[in-house]
């Protein structure tokens, strides 16, 4: 029979209102769950702009504690009314600690734990250094109703080491909530066509799926030095257990996507392909260092 699950990757613009832009998420959920969906997908930091092309003091105050957290606990009715499993990307406040984070929200609405944001960001129109410390809690993976998932958030999807650390864990799918666009100091760089291809490299290497949400939209935010402005370049997309992409949004409009994937099959395939049979981990202790040659742990 094999074991069947449909993803879902969501894609839209963002106001800077929290209230507009959770009513926008669940109007999409929804729409996924409609087309079949048991696992949703929305963008990082969906809540309101991406703040972090300016180092603001008054945007360190949108964060917020994990407990009680209120567009979690709208997701965790939402997720339990639709029977759907729904990643939701927060600011954290954590006492002195901010973190960019994710609650995964089981079907039956229980919140089954955080990931924090690993690695952090720091150039221009993407400041996150500023406001984020880095994730404390490691590569992790959640067993959900559906399948074992992992999830990493943006400037994580550009590092192989994440996305087999979440594979070696069992992670069955690969989630990677996205904010990303042109960049302010060059507007001749266009990175999306790179960010999609190191992606479906992830997929491929660890042959599992992969599913990435990215926002759209032209959004300025005031700084210190005047106004910086990013172009969200959306192409949201899910690629199957050998990179191939199966789904896919433009740049411009609003998306929900949907794949549906036979995890029985993938894990077949994956062990018969025997790229995690034939690892050699005593040999690769030099990725314990920054040099090549001095271990950090």
């Known amino acids: 029979m094999g074991r069947n699950v449909v993803v879902s990757a969501l ?5 800077d209102d ?3 832009n959770v009513d926008t998420a669940e109007r999409l959920v929804r729409d996924a769950h409609k087309q079949g969906a048991n696992i949703v997908l929305i963008q990082e930091l969906f809540e309101g702009y991406y703040f972090c092309q300016a180092q603001r003091e008054d945007y360190i105050q949108r964060a917020k504690p994990y407990k009680d957290h209120p567009t979690i606990l709208r997701m965790q009715e939402l997720a339990k009314e639709l029977g759907v499993v729904i990643p939701v990307s927060f600011f954290e406040e954590a006492n ?10 089981d079907a039956d609405g229980s919140d089954i734990g955080i990931y924090r944001k ?19 809690t490691g590569f992790k993976v959640f067993q959900t109703k559906f399948a074992k998932i992992g999830v990493a958030i943006c400037w994580d999807q550009w590092f192989p080491e994440a996305a087999r650390a979440m594979a070696l864990q069992g992670a069955e799918i690969l989630f990677y909530p996205t904010a990303i666009g042109s960049e302010p100091q060059d507007q001749g760089l266009d990175s999306r066509d790179h ?12 042959l599992v799926p992969l599913v990435a949400s990215n926002r759209i939209g032209k959004e300025v935010i005031e700084t210190e030095h005047g106004n910086s402005e990013i172009t969200f370049y959306g192409n949201s997309f899910i690629a199957g257990p ?4 199966v789904a896919a949004a433009d740049d411009k409009h609003e998306a929900v996507l949907v794949a549906q994937f ?36």
């Open 195 to 206: 960010w999609k291809r190191v992606m479906q490299g992830h997929a491929g290497a660890n």
């Open 96 to 105: 002195n600690a901010h973190y960019n984070s994710i609650a995964i929200i």
């Open 18 to 20: 929290v209230d507009t």
């Open 262 to 297: 036979d995890l029985d099959k993938i894990k077949s395939q994956r062990h018969c392909w025997g790229v995690f049979r034939d690892r050699r981990p005593e040999l690769y202790k030099v990725l314990l260092t920054f040099d090549g040659t001095n271990p950090i742990v």
């Open 118 to 136: 690993s690695h952090i960001p720091d150039g221009p129109g993407y400041q996150e250094k500023f406001y984020f410390n880095p994730g404390d």
């Open 11 to 15: 894609q839209f613009a963002c106001t």
């Open 242 to 245: 050998t990179g191939e992409i």
